[in-house]
Antibody
Framework: EVQLVQSGAEVKKPGESLKISCKGSGYSFTTYWIAWVRQMPGKGLEWMGIIYPGDSDTRYSPSFRGQVTISADKSISTAYLQWSSLKASDTAVYYC??????WGQGTLVTVSS | SYELTQPPSVSVSPGQTARITCSGDALPKKYAYWYQQKSGQAPVLVIYEDSKRPSGIPERFSGSSSGTVATLTIIGAQVEDEADYYCYSTDSSENHWVFGGGTKLTVL
């Protein structure tokens, strides 16, 4: 069974850094592209970017390029989403998605002073 | 940047047919995918590659695409189908994917 398990909820202050994770199991991790999706409170889904774990080929939405970094470590079947300096507007649930069909449970990131 | 356009809301009575549209310039050449999201839950894929239904999705869900418009149809909508629905596709370069703005389906 394909599963994506994300790291737990985070509470951070503006200006802090953060790296959240998404661990795949039940399939060959290099088989599927993995996308990251943001959902701000009460709002719709936003595609942030995508990575191919096999060679770390990465594409970003123009809205998120330079704001976040997507990476992957295929040796431990894990993809990452990271921020170097969080803003209050980064408060959202973040999902990882493999091959359209397989979603992580979501990671709630709260940024507040 | 590329955009997919959906109506903000659709409302039907139980047993009626609900149709949710998604407009995008690249849809004649790129597949559309549809997700259902209920409150507080992760999205669930209900249609992929325009018209294919994943296992476990009821037959009342179907998809089609013609020109620049993809359509999700629910024949005989049920109360439990109340949710937000999102279309998902890529631009012509396949470098950027995008979600539509979402459609809130009300069945009552």
């Amino acid at each position: 069974e394909v599963q994506l398990v994300q790291s737990g909820a985070e509470v951070k202050k503006p200006g802090e850094s953060l790296k959240i994770s998404c661990k795949g199991s039940g399939y060959s991790f290099t088989t599927y592209w993995i996308a990251w999706v943001r959902q701000m409170p009460g709002k719709g889904l936003e595609w942030m970017g995508i990575i191919y774990p096999g060679d770390s080929d990465t594409r970003y939405s123009p809205s998120f390029r330079g704001q976040v970094t997507i990476s992957a470590d295929k040796s431990i079947s894990t993809a990452y989403l990271q921020w170097s300096s969080l803003k209050a507007s980064d408060t959202a649930v973040y999902y990882c998605v493999a091959s359209y069909n397989y979603w992580g449970q979501g990671t709630l990131v709260t940024v507040s002073s | 940047s590329y955009e997919l356009t959906q109506p903000p809301s659709v409302s039907v009575s139980p047993g009626q047919t609900a149709r949710i549209t998604c407009s995008g310039d690249a849809l004649p050449k790129k597949y559309a995918y549809w997700y259902q999201q209920k409150s507080g839950q992760a999205p669930v894929l209900v249609i992929y590659e325009d018209s294919k239904r994943p296992s476990g999705i009821p037959e009342r869900f179907s998809g089609s695409s013609s020109g620049t418009v993809a359509t999700l149809t629910i024949i005989g909508a049920q109360v439990e189908d109340e949710a937000d629905y999102y279309c998902y596709s890529t631009d012509s370069s396949e470098n950027h994917w995008v979600f539509g703005g979402g459609t809130k389906l009300t069945v009552l």
